[in-house]
């Protein structure tokens, strides 16, 4: 914690969205707000935003005034990078900020759906390493009939080229005569993951789309729109890989 010439703990949390300082106060004083790892119970506790460490409720709350974080809703045919040398469309067509943002994960140019950007590094690093084991979820169309027992097998995994990957969940989600849209949810990256595990159990995928990555959802986000992460969702994401 910092000396006084910190900023009254109720007014920084207030300030990253939490609520009003009266609910802040409130937080506090039920013991539901710590800092550095300890519970603070005095209203007039003082801090730094810029180096101390909140939690409430145990998720962590960004206070950190230059910090940002979005959910972009990659459109088929734009490349998931921040620029690209071969003048394709890119993900900075869609968020002009002044920060350098980095894009956590990738999507294939002719899949659609969830892509987060941020300018926190340390966040974006572990949300991508595999060994946090952060799930996303995916809707995929393919041709059916499908087998009854097609997710069992997924989720008991199949043998790729660069070896074993499985789901952690399936189901189907809609069918409309031979049109199957299954949501299939997985805690790795490897490059065209589930158009290659699809493909090896008979299934070529027609259409891809993630519509989850961790604890953020897609929701009505058009393509192409972005949208600010809620303070709820940061948290999340900070709980999901040990922050």
Do not use: W
Request: net charge positive.
């Amino acid at each position: 914690m910092t000396d006084n010439q910190g900023v009254r703990l109720q007014k920084v949390l207030a300030d990253a969205g939490i609520g009003s300082r009266r609910h802040c106060e409130e937080l506090i004083g039920e013991g539901r707000v710590s800092v550095n790892g300890e519970k603070v119970f005095r209203f007039g506790e003082r801090v730094d935003p810029q180096r101390d460490v909140i939690h409430v409720d145990g998720r962590r709350v960004e206070t950190r005034a230059e910090m940002r974080y979005y959910a972009v809703n990659k459109p088929r045919g734009v490349v998931s990078t921040m620029s690209d040398e071969r003048g394709r469309r890119s993900l900075a067509d869609f968020v002009e900020v002044p920060e350098r943002l980095f894009h956590v994960g990738r999507l294939d140019t002719d899949t659609e759906g969830l892509i987060l950007l941020t300018n926190d590094g340390e966040l974006a690093h572990r949300l991508m390493h595999p060994s946090y084991g952060v799930q996303k979820t995916y809707l995929a169309e393919i041709h059916g009939p499908i087998p009854r027992d097609l997710g069992r097998r997924l989720k008991a995994g199949v043998t790729l080229d660069d070896g074993p990957a499985k789901a952690d969940r399936f189901r189907v989600f809609d069918q409309v005569g031979k049109r199957v849209l299954v949501e299939i949810t997985l805690h790795e990256g490897r490059k065209h993951i589930v158009r290659r595990m699809l493909k090896h159990v008979g299934f070529p995928v027609q259409q891809l789309a993630r519509v989850e990555f961790g604890p953020v959802k897609l929701g009505q986000l058009r393509p192409g729109t972005v949208r600010a992460l809620t303070v709820r969702e940061i948290g999340e994401l900070y709980k999901a890989v040990g922050l």
